[in-house]
């Protein structure tokens, strides 16, 4: 293990306890429930709590920067009815940064792979998702599903370079399904016939039933990433906007409510549709940095995702409404 890896590994090993400390000392959970939330056992919970004290990362408070993390999530969760959330601190020197998010969103989805019965996720794709599965440790897991939610294929007929899919089943050796589409369609009726194909039926289905889906969320402004990578012209940003567009979770174009706006984008998208909210279900988002704001307020308000991971200045920001 190189020394890089080494300290990584530390970090994650104090911020593990930071948070098991939190738990016991602060919030009052039991070692039982701390075990619960943090996905370990009893004594792993009992050593963590342990390491947390023997690192002084515990006198009459948590001396700790995750401390002030937890409590925005916490604040975070009962403001937004939140399954999960996860805050983790912000670079001050950049901070539209995804590495931290990535890392935390890596450590989530490594926790749900470990998974003894057959799951199954449903994934995104964009920028820190990639960055999340390239911090993935490779483990088989070939009983487990991995679903894709976007197209696979950019508007130039390549395959998309952000594709989180395929990476994270090389990784995993688990079954997977992607949607071999564009974004989008050429018209409304070119859409119906594709998504009609019985492959991509088959694949909008399972994605339907995931027991985990993960998304990015994207800011809808002129720095939009689906008029960066080109999949919409400048024409059809504009007109978004227009139509009251803040944000797009898997392509679909919401305005400030979390609402599907009807747009002639979203009579062309080749994505899974939104489910309608379902307090069951477990719809991630992972998006970070000061433009992406509003969408990820309007993202949590329609419950178009019910968890969130991000960092403090976003977190801050969101609860200042």
């Known amino acids: 293990m190189s020394d890089r890896e080494v300290q990584r590994s530390e970090k994650s090993r104090l911020d593990e306890a930071a948070r098991a400390g939190w738990l016991y000392f602060v919030a009052g959970n039991t070692q039982d429930e701390i075990a619960r939330k943090l996905s370990v056992s009893r004594p792993t919970a009992q050593r963590l709590v342990s390491l947390a004290l023997s690192e002084k990362l515990i006198t009459f408070r948590l001396d700790h920067p995750i401390a002030a993390c937890m409590e925005l999530a916490r604040r975070l969760g009962e403001k937004f009815a939140l399954q999960h959330c996860d805050v983790v601190p912000t670079d001050p020197a950049s901070p539209a940064a995804?590495?931290?998010v990535a890392?935390?969103?890596a450590a989530f989805l490594e926790q749900k792979l470990q998974a003894e019965r057959p799951i199954i996720i449903a994934l995104g794709t964009g920028r820190t998702l990639r960055a999340a599965v390239e911090q993935i440790r490779p483990v088989e897991r070939p009983y487990h599903q991995l679903v894709s939610l976007v197209g696979n294929i950019a508007p130039d007929g390549s395959a998309s370079f952000?594709?989180?899919?395929?990476r994270l089943a090389d990784l995993t050796k688990a079954r997977h399904y992607p949607i071999p589409l564009p974004l989008f369609a050429r018209s409304p009726e070119e859409r119906s016939l594709l998504v009609e194909i019985e492959p991509v039926r088959r694949v909008h289905a399972l994605a339907a039933r995931a027991d985990l889906t993960l998304v990015g969320v994207g800011q809808m402004d002129g720095e939009a990433q689906q008029f960066i990578d080109g999949f919409i012209s400048r024409e059809e940003l504009l007109d978004l906007m227009r139509l009251g567009a803040v944000g797009e979770?898997?392509?679909w174009a919401i305005d400030a409510h979390g609402r599907i706006i009807d747009a002639p984008t979203n009579a062309r998208?080749?994505?899974v549709p939104?489910?309608?909210?379902d307090d069951d279900r477990l719809v991630v988002g992972v998006a970070v940095g000061p433009s992406k704001v509003q969408a990820i307020q309007a993202a949590l308000t329609g419950r178009i995702i019910t968890g969130l991971i991000t960092d403090e200045a976003t977190a801050v920001a969101l609860l200042a409404d």
């Open 98 to 100: 995804v590495a931290g």
């Open 103 to 105: 890392g935390s969103a």
């Open 162 to 166: 952000f594709d989180t899919l395929t």
């Open 249 to 251: 979770v898997i392509g």
């Open 269 to 271: 998208i080749t994505s």
């Open 274 to 277: 939104h489910r309608p909210a």
